[in-house]
């Protein structure tokens, strides 16, 4: 099929505009394309990205739009509480709404210690950036020598477009500039500034998790998230993070007691919640203390009502800390449940044994793997060769790199 | 439907015993494929449309298929509005202690409603199918409630209708453990395994996590004959894939020979 191609295979410089081709591919998919989401390529189900690009890995390729990621915290609250800045990080990045929703901290407290996104290429929203030709600045073109024939090609993406990245890197030693902060849009809910209703509203669901939940559905039936609202304008995805639901300072005595008189209170919020994320263009990420939840019968049922859900089980604090064994990671991920939406069986990862590592530039989820010791005396591998070994891609390489003890 | 799990029942779509109560529990497990197998081998057509797979929307459309979606209706329950225009069906939301009599409404109005006797002949008998009693549970229904209803289903489907029921009832805790951790959903388990005909309890294996082998099903029949009860107990193997679940005797897998 002979399309019109103007000039792809001139390498003049005479070509002044800045694409490549005028072919236009034309879509006649009816998915509509909101900024910061993917086609899943297993399921066609609309994927976000959660901010933390292993985990996206480990959740089949991102967190699907209208599903909730439950969290279960590390014993200090560190790891998760990353985990969750990164997700709203990247949704201020990708330009989604976001949902904060915190007993504890006031939400403007969390959303100020969001990391920085390391911005190579991403777009950061300023007002009517015109696309920068490529035959404006003559001077440049001594800037490249050797790959001179990219240089008719576009350095930065236009302001105007997304970016169009699907998962980004932050820096954690850097909170995010208050500019692009700003540009997003936030909704909060802090729940010592909602005064409790005198009226009980249902009998098994504790009043801060009726007003979370009253006021999650105002959100999404204002902006305009309802699956069913008109398509007027265009759609955008909603983030919400809800922070340490189930602790006693949302009114719960889930984690004070053997046999608390609430037992059914965050799990009809966790259905209705549900309710609420299947009919709109929302995603959710719930943590939970599951560390102070005696009853593993209730945290199964609390898994099993949401649809992901991983746990963290960090070494701060515990003997692990000082083992030789763990110590080029924080702490151990569990991925408890992975949802088969639209197909019978759920891709859970191949390994069970999964470790991750804040780094400053990465929260990185590696295969917890050590190589065969085959050295003569029994010395602890040097950690080059560690680091090597575990990544996340390799299936099941040893450390073969060179055992310099090994001579017959 | 997947074949081999007919076989295994000696079922097929135009033979199966009616008047059964059918059902799925797991362990530690997921269940909700069998599920799956059920809902199209009850909803089967003729031979052309089984090759070509069953298509829930058109079952939907001509009547075959009537859809309970406790989820969507619970929201009108949950955040009570001004104008509370769902259905009654999930009004045992407000006050789980009262029970699931209005739950229990729905069925048995689908069953005596005369829309159904227009097509009443072209179909088999009614099939109720309940995906998750446990999600009942914990929505704060006491066991009894579910049991009753249950109880009902069984009494209104089975025996008056001669038609089939299949529930889910899923499970957390180990089945060693006794302290009471889990006591609702084990006492649900036993109460359901008593009243119904055939069993299919989906558990993860003993020996571990298998990527090739996803579990054990273990099938159960008990019929009534003469005096006393009999039961027969199958134990598979099974794997899951895209288009169906494969079942095989146990160390008969074929990532093993």
């Not at chain 1, 984690?255 to 966790?270: E, M, Q, R, W, Y």
Request: aromatic residues 6%; proline residues 4%.
């Amino acid at each position: 099929m002979a399309a019109p191609m103007s000039g792809v295979g001139e390498a003049s410089a005479e070509r002044s505009s800045f694409n490549a081709t005028s072919f236009q591919k034309k879509t006649r998919s009816r998915l509509i394309s909101i900024p910061g989401t993917r086609p899943s390529v297993q399921n066609g189900q609309l994927l976000v990205s959660t901010g933390v690009t292993s985990l996206d890995y480990l959740l089949g390729g991102g967190l699907a739009v209208g599903t909730v990621l439950l969290i279960e915290e590390d014993r200090y609250d560190s790891y998760s509480r990353m985990i969750l800045k990164y997700f709203l990080a990247e949704g201020v990045v990708c330009r989604h709404e976001l949902f904060v929703a915190a007993a504890q901290d006031n939400p403007d407290d969390i959303l100020q210690e969001l990391p920085a996104p390391i911005l190579d290429d991403v777009a950061i929203h300023k007002p009517v950036e015109q696309p920068r030709l490529s035959c404006e600045p003559q001077d440049s073109m001594d800037a490249m020598k050797i790959a001179w024939r990219y240089q008719n090609l576009p350095k930065v993406q236009s302001a105007l477009a997304s970016s169009s990245r699907f998962g980004h890197y932050y820096d954690v030693s850097k909170t995010m500039e208050p500019e692009i902060r700003q540009a997003a849009k936030c909704h909060r809910f802090y729940l010592p500034e909602h005064p409790t209703q005198s009226s009980p509203t249902h009998s098994t669901m504790l009043e801060s998790y009726s007003a979370l939940l009253k006021s999650l559905q105002e959100v999404i039936h204002r902006e305009g998230f309802d699956v069913a609202a008109p398509m007027t304008k265009s759609r955008n995805i909603l983030r919400i993070g809800l922070h340490s639901l189930g602790s006693a300072l949302w009114g719960d005595d889930l984690c004070c007691h053997d046999n608390p008189k609430n037992v059914h209170a965050l799990t009809s919020f966790l259905y209705g919640l549900r309710a609420l994320l299947r009919s709109s263009l929302s995603v959710a990420v719930v943590t939970v203390p599951s560390h102070l939840i005696q009853d593993r019968a209730l945290m199964g049922s609390i898994t099993r009502l949401c649809d992901n859900a991983i746990a963290l089980e960090s070494f701060k604090g515990s003997e692990r800390e000082t083992n030789p064994l763990y110590k080029d990671y924080h702490g151990l991920l569990h991925v408890r449940q992975v949802p088969h939406l639209n197909c019978l069986a759920s891709k859970l990862p191949d390994h069970k044994d999964l470790a991750f590592k804040l780094k400053r530039k990465q929260f990185s989820i590696e295969r917890l793997h050590l190589p065969p010791d085959l050295s003569e005396t029994v010395s602890r591998v040097s950690r080059g060769e560690l680091a090597g070994a575990a990544t996340m891609a390799s299936g099941c390489s040893s450390g073969t790199s060179g055992n310099k003890h090994l001579d017959f | 439907m997947f074949a081999e799990l007919s076989s295994i029942l000696n079922a097929s779509p135009d033979s199966f015993t009616q008047g059964e109560f059918v059902l799925v529990s797991d362990r530690q497990s997921d269940a909700s494929f069998l599920i799956h197998h059920f809902l199209s081998f009850y909803l089967r057509g003729d031979a052309v449309s089984q090759r070509l797979g069953v298509s829930l929307a058109q079952a939907k459309e001509k009547g075959q298929l009537v859809f309970l979606e406790g989820l969507k209706e619970s929201l009108s329950v949950l955040i009570p509005q001004d104008t509370n225009t769902g259905s009654k069906a999930m009004d045992f939301l407000r006050d789980p202690a009262v029970g699931l009599k209005s739950l229990y409404e729905f069925p048995s109005s689908v069953s005596s409603s005369g829309s159904r006797a227009e097509g009443a002949e072209e179909w088999g008998p009614l099939v109720l199918l309940v995906d998750d009693l446990s999600v009942l549970l914990s929505l704060g229904v006491s066991v009894g409630a579910v049991l009753d209803f249950s109880h009902y289903c069984r009494a209104t489907v089975c025996s008056e209708l001669q038609g089939n029921v299949v529930m889910l009832a899923r499970c957390d805790g180990e089945e060693e453990e006794g302290d009471g951790d889990d006591e609702g959903s084990e006492t649900l388990l036993k109460g359901l395994t008593h009243q119904c005909s055939l069993t299919l309890h989906v558990q993860g294996l003993p020996t571990g996590f298998c990527r090739d082998i996803h579990g054990q099903v273990e099938v159960c029949w008990r019929r009534r004959q003469g005096d006393g009860q009999s039961t027969q107990k199958k134990l598979f193997q099974y794997k899951v894939h895209d288009k169906g679940a494969s079942f095989f005797a146990p160390g008969t897998s074929s990532a093993v020979l």
